[in-house]
């Protein structure tokens, strides 16, 4: 059902999940997973860029955005196969997947246990390991933090992490997109994805076994899954190739656009 210009809503699973859909029907098709607290405006700016040569697909993960919460405990495998259904629903056997920081979590699960589903993978500001005890303990406190001082406290703390220091002299704008996109994120929603995250599985001992074409970007300056993470994963999939993104932090497709839409049209033109 139509929303508005290319903003829909769709019924998957138990949820009403809400995504941006343009570009040409019969072209190649991109679905772009945002992370945690994040919704599908992140993609703004790429969808606007690829659109005239691909259909480019950006939604809502439960809970997230303008997509339904649903009754059930969160994890990465429920976002996978809430992923899958969005697919099927949409009539899209395979895919390019583009996920970055929690949606490269459920990139990575997404291509190791249905393989035959996509067509390449992006991986973007995200890592393949397990959440260690005190990353656990830190999600359980934030919680914590949350029910004692709110949603506006949990985004004055991760803004810091989210960008690189020279963002906050030349980003402000996408800054206070960012907060504004945590701060309307629902208590119960954070909650259930914070103990998704903490509860999720590594997925290194599987990135040898992928087939399919990877890019993976990263900002130069992020500090939640720096480049040291992505380089070691770049060295465990064959034949994938890694670009760091300069200028910027944790949210590289935000801080510095124009270099991240160049590597990933490159990517893409690569594809062909």
Known sequence: MKQAENNFNIKVNDILIRYNDEGPKEAPVIIFIHGFPLNK???????????DDYRVIAYDIRGHGNTDLGAIDFSIDLFVNDLLGFMDTLKIEKTIVCGLSMGGYIALNAIQNHPDRFTALILCDTNCKADTIEAKEKRMSTIINIKENGVAKLADDLIPNLFAPESFKTNSEEIATVKEMIVTTSKQSLYNSLHALANRKETCSKL????VPVLILVGEEDKITPPEEAISMQKQIKDSSLQVIPHAGHLSNLENEDEFNSQL????GSLK
């Open 208 to 211: 040898n076994s992928i087939k």
């Open 41 to 51: 405006s992140l993609w703004d700016k790429q969808l606007k860029s690829l659109k």
């Open 265 to 268: 049209i490159k990517f893409m």
